[in-house]
T-cell receptor, first 114, second 115 residues
């Protein structure tokens, strides 16, 4: 089945560690996104990528990094510089980054700092 | 820049009652409007969207939303809800311009359907 796969579903991180969240899509979509979701705050855009080897900062990029070496993959690294990383992270994709395109979401990854 | 306001953070209703989830947006130019639904511990799924044409759009599971340009609203309605409709609903807006435009989400409305 076509879709977006995020892993792991649950991840625990010690303070000071970097962690990487995986996102793979087999929808042949050009655009991919990472959102952060906190209770009562909706979704906030971290990074997005329109094509391979290109990505742009979203609204809350500080403390995060991404890469887009393959069309299917858009991993997110949460660095130790991110002050409050505990959240639900959602990866998404769309055919193109045109405004009318539907964005499709993965199942999400829970990151907890312990 | 565009913004979205979902007026109710939580909406409790009884099964088979009607429901309306309110969404207002602000933008000085034409917009596209979306409703997404999120079930517990899952990602978001598109429920319906307005791009152009008829201002009333419907989903396959009985929800509908009407684009009202004069009131800058895109309220979501269902005449009779089921227990399975319990979820969080997000309204989102993007500018109807060519090229890459950002999708902005509201803060969500938690719909709880009680027996």
């Amino acid at each position: 089945d076509g879709g977006i796969t995020q892993s792991p579903k649950y991840l625990f991180r010690k303070e000071g560690q970097n962690v990487t969240l995986s996102c793979e899509q087999n929808l042949n979509h050009d655009a991919m996104y990472w959102y952060r979701q906190d209770p009562g705050q909706g979704l906030r855009l971290i990074y997005y990528s329109q094509i391979v080897n290109d990505f742009q900062k979203g609204d809350i990029a500080e403390g995060y990094s991404v890469s887009r070496e393959k069309k299917e993959s858009f991993p997110l690294t949460v660095t130790s510089a991110q002050k409050n990383p505990t959240a639900f992270y959602l990866c998404a994709s769309s055919l193109h980054r045109d405004s009318g395109n539907t964005i499709y979401f993965g199942e999400g990854s829970w990151l907890t700092v312990v | 820049a565009q913004s979205v306001t979902q007026l109710d953070s939580q909406v409790p209703v009884f099964e088979e009652a009607p429901v309306e989830l309110r969404c207002n947006y602000s933008s000085s130019v034409s917009v596209y409007l979306f409703w997404y639904v999120q079930y517990p511990n899952q990602g978001l799924q598109l429920l319906l969207k307005y791009l152009s044409g008829s201002t009333l759009v419907e989903s396959i599971n009985g929800f509908e939303a009407e684009f009202n340009k004069s009131q800058t609203s895109f309220h979501l309605r269902k005449p009779s809800v089921h227990i399975s409709d319990t979820a969080e609903y997000f309204c989102a807006v993007s500018l109807a311009q060519g090229g890459s435009e950002k999708l902005v989400f509201g803060k969500g409305t938690k719909l709880t359907v009680n027996p």
